[in-house]
Structure formats: structure tokens, C-alpha cells
């Protein structure tokens, strides 16, 4: 079977168990988005959740996060760590969307990654989830089964969203890389991992991957 072949047949399977798979943060808008994926760098969806009602009380666009002061957001984001580094960045890309775009977050994959605190995972899920614009966001679930299913070397993150994007349809990606999110979490996580309830892996699993489990057991 070639990679190829095998994602058809794992694309099955997740449109089965994931039909209609939702965004995993909250928002309402592409600028909520951008901050709410800011946050969640070394950080669960969950907690980022739980974190940006307060947040975007206090300023849910970028004029009025622009005007407030950094310590103040950084006193919100703190249960998401990196706080100082991540408050810096939001309240500097809040300014530069005033000044530069009017208020507006670009739809635009380059001037999202020019943005502080922006790169290419936390762009490429904007352009997806905010704008509908065909992209691939891979995080360390979606890196963690691109290896064990064997479509991917697992040498690096850039090489894992190179051959997804060659694997699936475009027509895919923005819902794909989300039932591969929720799959990870579900079914194979990097934790409390239990074979017997990976579907996927049992029939498209890594022979390495299994071999190794096996071992193990």
C-alpha cells in the first residue's frame, strides 16, 4: 500500500469517526482567534478557554488591547505560562493591526508571520479556521501520528506538513488536521497510550511503531 493509499483509507476512517469536527478554541471573530492561538503555545485548549472570557472582557479587539497595559494582560494570561513573553506579543501585535491594517487581521500566511508572537502553526491555523483558506497547522498530535501511521519521516515539523499536503486532497486540509487533532487525543495520545484502542494504528500503523509497542508489552 502505498502513503498515498493509506491516507485515503485513514481519511475514511476519521470522516467516519469526525464528520463535522468543531474548532477547538473559542471565538468569535479572526482577532480572538489569533490571541486565543497565541495562548495555547505549550498550553491545552482547555485552559487557553478558560482563560479568554476574562481576557477578551477586559479587550476583545485589538484597538482596546492596544491601550491596555501589558502587566494587566499578562496578570490574565498567567495560568497559560509564558505569560510575559506571550503578553508582550499580544499587546504588540495589537498595535501594529491598528496602525498597519486598520484593525483588521490580515488574510494573509506572510503578514501573520510578521506579526510578535506569530509563526507558521499559529498562522496557518488562522488562515484555516478564521478565513477558510486551505492550510495544513501541525502540532504535536498531528506530528506524533503522521509518524506512527507511517506517513511522514517525523524528522521535523516543516517535513510533516510538506507530505500531509501531498498526501490529502487541499480540498481536506482545513478539516482533516482537526480530526487528526481530536484522533491524537482520543484514540493515541503520547500518554496512557493503549494499542488495543488505536484503529488506525492497528491497520496502518508504523511497523516499527508496533514492533516497538509489542516489545514493550
Not at 33 to 59: G, H, M, W, Y
Not at 151 to 179: A, I, M, R, Y
Amino acid at each position: 500500500m502505498t502513503r498515498k493509499e493509506k491516507a485515503r483509507e485513514i481519511l475514511s476512517i476519521l470522516n467516519n469517526i469526525y464528520p463535522e469536527p468543531p474548532v477547538p478554541l473559542d471565538h468569535k471573530d479572526p482577532y480572538t482567534l489569533l490571541i486565543a492561538v497565541l495562548l495555547s503555545a505549550q498550553c491545552t485548549d482547555e485552559r487557553v478557554n478558560k482563560v479568554t472570557p476574562e481576557l477578551f472582557e477586559l479587550a476583545d479587539n485589538p484597538f482596546k488591547m492596544a491601550e491596555k497595559d501589558v502587566e494587566e494582560i499578562k496578570a490574565i494570561i498567567r495560568p497559560c505560562g509564558l505569560s510575559p513573553r506571550k503578553s508582550k506579543a499580544i499587546s504588540d501585535l495589537s498595535k501594529i493591526l491598528v496602525e498597519k491594517y486598520s484593525g483588521e487581521v490580515p488574510a494573509d500566511m506572510k503578514k501573520l508571520e510578521e506579526l510578535p508572537g506569530v509563526g507558521h502553526k499559529t498562522a496557518s491555523v488562522v488562515m484555516s479556521q478564521a478565513f477558510d483558506e486551505p492550510a495544513f497547522p501541525v502540532d504535536t498530535h498531528i506530528h506524533r501520528l503522521a509518524w506512527r501511521w507511517g506517513l511522514s519521516t517525523g524528522k521535523s515539523v516543516e517535513k510533516t506538513e510538506e507530505d500531509l499536503k501531498k498526501l490529502f486532497p487541499k480540498e481536506t486540509w482545513n478539516k482533516v488536521h482537526l480530526q487528526i487533532i481530536f484522533y491524537a487525543r482520543e484514540y493515541s495520545p503520547a500518554r496512557g497510550y493503549k494499542f488495543e484502542k488505536d484503529i488506525i494504528s492497528q491497520q496502518y500503523g508504523r511497523k516499527s511503531f508496533i514492533k516497538d509497542y509489542v516489545d514493550k508489552k
